[in-house]
């Protein structure tokens, strides 16, 4: 019994090794790690595809893009006494100059869908300036943005500078 066994496991593990595709309902998933599926039915067809039909498995197919368009207005309670720059994943994403009170930054080129870290920082200053962040979704309208806050942050910039971060899940 144990023989037939390990025959029937090197054979499929074999095949599993050739297979062009993994396919769960229809949709592929080739590449798939850690997964369980109970209650199904897996077919090998003649190209070595892996065709499984799992009735209670629902794979939800992913286009890569974001539901939302999202946009960061960021506001400070004076004019900036030096640069203010904010970067998005590491990655710098505006400077605001000296002597601004606000900015908007469109953030999906800089956005990935699920968990993102925005930083900021600036150089001290002599009389310290409060900062705004708001993060939220919208869409642009004729010469507008229609905004809809989702989250916000807040913090100064002071005689030791400002330097903070903060996450933000996109969907």
Do not use: R, W
């Not at 539901?67 to 400070?76: G, L, M, P, T």
């Not at 999906?108 to 705004?132: A, H, M, R």
């Not at 507008?144 to 030791?160: D, K, M, Q, V």
Request: charged content about 20%.
């Amino acid at each position: 019994m144990k023989s037939i066994t390990l025959a029937l496991l090197l054979i499929f593990s074999s095949v599993i090794l050739c297979a062009a595709d993994i396919f769960i309902n229809g949709v592929k998933v080739t590449g798939i790690t850690d997964t369980e599926i109970k209650n199904c039915t897996v077919v090998i067809d003649k190209n070595g595809n892996i065709l499984i039909s799992a009735p209670d498995v629902k794979i939800l197919k992913d286009n890569g893009k974001m539901a939302k368009e999202y946009f960061a207005s960021i506001s400070f309670s004076a004019p900036l006494q030096n640069d203010f720059v904010i970067s998005v994943n590491g990655k710098p994403a505006l400077t605001i100059a000296k002597g601004e009170t606000e900015s908007l930054l469109e953030l999906n080129s800089f956005f990935q869908k699920g968990e993102n870290l925005i930083s900021y920082s600036s150089l001290p200053v002599q009389t310290p300036v409060k900062i705004k962040i708001v993060i939220g979704s919208g869409q642009k309208k004729d010469n507008s943005i229609e905004f809809s806050p989702i989250n916000e942050h807040s913090g100064e910039i002071s005689a030791l500078g400002a330097a903070g971060n903060f996450k933000f899940n996109a969907e």
